[in-house]
């Protein structure tokens, strides 16, 4: 009997002041919400019934409470290129006001002044991306919302800039993985939050 192929879920973070005002928050280390606690703890019920060969969580603190609350804290290792892209000086703002000094910008396009390039985010993705490849089984990654974009591309062999076709809402869980035997990476699940309430 064959085994099932390794499946990469992600896991997006639970809400936080910024992520509801819509403010750009990389490494601004913010907690949950309230909310944002209750829909990570929904995780937990979504994922009942899955193992994972390995967990791993950004170190920003809105990744790791949403994995613990998820119930896999204790079982997490803490890899620091799951970090939140660096928004520089862009970081704290929303994009309508970005717009208004740069109406043409684009993140995945431009990245961020004083921060990190499309590029940059590109090359801590491939890293992870390499090491899950690795991995002989499922994993459960938990990290923010344009990481994760960008992650996706690159697990496809995209380019980051396709990362801006690929929302994800908060406390949401999405999974990668192949078919074809390993050859065709493909995602198998995307942005799903039936489990989190309003």
């Not at 209750?38 to 950004?58: C, I, P, Q, W």
């Not at 929303?94 to 000094?101: G, K, L, N, Y």
């Amino acid at each position: 009997m064959n085994e099932a192929p390794p499946v990469v879920y992600l896991a997006r973070h639970g809400e936080t002041v910024w992520s509801l005002s819509g403010q750009h928050t990389g490494l601004t280390d913010l907690p949950l919400t309230e909310r944002g606690e209750r829909n990570a703890r929904r995780l937990a019920d979504r994922l009942e019934g899955l193992s994972f060969k390995r967990v791993f969580t950004s170190p920003l603190q809105r990744a790791v409470r949403t994995c613990e609350l998820a119930g896999f804290g204790a079982q997490a290792e803490v890899d620091r290129d799951l970090v939140e892209w660096n928004y520089g000086e862009y970081e704290g703002r929303r994009t309508e006001d970005i717009h208004a000094e740069r109406p043409d910008w684009q993140l995945f396009r431009d990245g961020c002044p004083g921060g990190e390039s499309p590029g940059r985010v590109g090359v801590r993705a491939d890293r992870v991306v390499k090491r899950l490849r690795e991995i002989a089984g499922s994993v459960l990654i938990f990290s923010s919302g344009h990481f994760l974009r960008v992650l996706s591309a690159r697990w496809l062999g995209l380019e980051p800039l396709a990362g801006k076709y690929l929302l994800l809402s908060t406390a949401s869980l999405s999974a990668l993985g192949y078919e074809h035997n390993l050859s065709q990476p493909v995602i198998q699940l995307w942005n799903d939050t039936n489990h989190v309430g309003s």
